[in-house]
């Protein structure tokens, strides 16, 4: 899902587990904008999780990273405890690793217990709860990137409260805006604008541009022209290249 949705994921399947957590992986940790912490029954018992655990919350500490949990079949307040299934788990771990270390793991486990988290008891539906942490994932992400820099386009900031009047975002009724005026004016760029802004508040959108000199009249084949537009439309939907019509 976060594939489909133009995220880049890393995923630390593929690295060989050691005695610890090694440089590639901690570049991967603090080189990204997220981290996600899925934590089930059993992660306790991982010292390579705990031990990432610890840097992505040092991570959250020192660079400010956003952090999210999954708590997958397991009670939030269980791994804030240390209680239950879990808290057993975790014991064992910690046999013959010095306090400093144990106490990191405990630490962390508590922090991530607290923040902003998904509980799979919550959701009825798998499916829909990937499908919102995806969205809320992609949402932060656009959110943590500063827009494009239009401060130099003059008068964007009237155009941007007129059209901002128009769009009504705030109703659940369907708008269609038109920009009118001869070429040349900023049309496109105020549309442009417009939908850097506020785009990631949907959760499908679509930018074409440049449709009439691509797509030059008069339409000699009409039908072509027409079942390009809806193939480009929906490849851009699904973020899916070759889409067939």
Known sequence: E????????FNDNGIKRGDSIGPELI????G???????LSRNYASSKWCL?????????????????????YGVDP????????????VFKKTCVGKTKEVTE????????????????????????AMIEKIATDVSNELINSVPSSN?????????????????LLLGSNEV?????WGPSGIGKSTIARVLYSKYSHQFQLTVFMENIKRRYPRPYYDVYTTKLQLQKEFMSQIINQEDMKI
Do not use: H
Not at 32 to 38: D, F, G, W, Y
Not at 55 to 63: D, G, P, S, T, V
């Open 77 to 88: 307040s269980d791994i804030k405890k240390l209680a239950g299934d879990f808290g057993k």
């Open 51 to 71: 031990d990432e655990l610890v840097e992505i919350m040092k991570c959250r500490k020192e660079l400010g990273q956003t952090v999210l949990a999954i708590f």
């Open 175 to 179: 708008r269609m805006i038109g920009i």
């Open 150 to 166: 239009f401060n130099g386009f003059v008068g964007m900031a009237a155009d941007m409260r007129k059209m901002e009047q128009l």
């Open 32 to 38: 990204s904008k997220i981290a996600i912490v899925l």
């Open 104 to 127: 990191g793991w405990r630490q962390a486990l508590v922090t991530v217990a607290t923040i902003a988290s998904y509980d799979s008891s919550n959701w009825n539906n798998e499916a």
């Open 2 to 9: 976060f594939q489909r949705k133009g995220i880049t994921p």
């Open 27 to 30: 570049r991967a940790i603090r």
